[in-house]
T-cell receptor, first 113, second 112 residues
Framework: KAGVTQTPRYLIKTRGQQVTLSCSPI?????VSWYQQTPGQGLQFLFE???????NKGNFPGRFSGRQFSNSRSEMNVSTLELGDSALYLC????????????FGPGTRLTVT | GIQVEQSPPDLILQEGANSTLRCNFS?????LQWFHQNPWGQLINLFY???GTKQNGRLSATTVATERYSLLYISSSQTTDSGVYFC??????????????FGQGTILTVHP
């Protein structure tokens, strides 16, 4: 099976802009989670989607949002970008949620200037 | 929320050496996973191990949920084992339920 794919792999944006990142899970996986990784805060949970519904959300401002489509592909959106949003954004897929092994994509490295 | 502490923060080994990485967590967990992040940022799932012991080649892991810790053993280390090892848990209740909380990681460097 193909692994988790994320697009784009690298992105440079300017403060105030918005960005959309995409994640395609492993075939058959219905859960997609998103994480932000920064040198200062480490890996932090953003949200998890299952069957097009957001089941859980981490402690991030409302500028961070996401959605999941009927084919389980997921997107996350960050509006009004700030310098502190520069990070590696990782998505993980699993069969049905956190009670199953999580498989991560290669990540999208976002730089905000 | 649940706290996850990993030790040691850094570990430098010669190829062929063995090592033990530790993960302590502050509350009951539903599940626990170990990951290896390679130098390119890719997180690789090593073990899904909420309790008990598992082995996969040179790697093995043990979780003692009642004592709130997990150990990752690496035997006969190779340079390709270098990278950051993360422990991640899902808390059994409260604000930590339904999300993975990661430790800060152990940076492993294996010299030839």
């Amino acid at each position: 099976k193909a692994g988790v794919t994320q697009t784009p792999r690298y992105l440079i944006k300017t403060r105030g802009q918005q960005v959309t990142l995409s994640c395609s899970p492993i075939s058959g996986h219905r859960s997609v989670s998103w994480y932000q990784q920064t040198p200062g805060q480490g890996l932090q949970f953003l949200f998890e989607y299952f069957s097009e519904t957001q089941r859980n959300k981490g402690n991030f401002p409302g500028r961070f949002s996401g959605r999941q489509f009927s084919n389980s592909r997921s997107e996350m959106n960050v509006s009004t970008l700030e310098l502190g949003d520069s990070a590696l954004y990782l998505c993980a897929s699993s069969l049905a949620g956190l009670g199953y092994e999580q498989y991560f994509g290669p990540g999208t490295r976002l730089t905000v200037t | 929320g649940i706290q996850v502490e990993q030790s040691p923060p850094d570990l430098i080994l010669q190829e062929g050496a063995n090592s033990t990485l530790r993960c302590n967590f502050s509350d009951s967990v539903n599940n626990l996973q170990w990951f290896h992040q390679n130098p390119w940022g890719q997180l690789i799932n090593l073990f899904y191990i909420p309790s008990g012991t598992k082995q996969n080649g040179r790697l093995s892991a043990t979780t003692v949920a009642t004592e709130r810790y997990s150990l990752l053993y690496i035997s006969s280390s190779q340079t390709t084992d270098s990278g950051v090892y993360f422990c991640a848990v899902e808390g059994a209740g409260g604000t930590s339920y339904g999300k993975l909380t990661f430790g800060q990681g152990t940076i492993l460097t294996v010299h030839p």
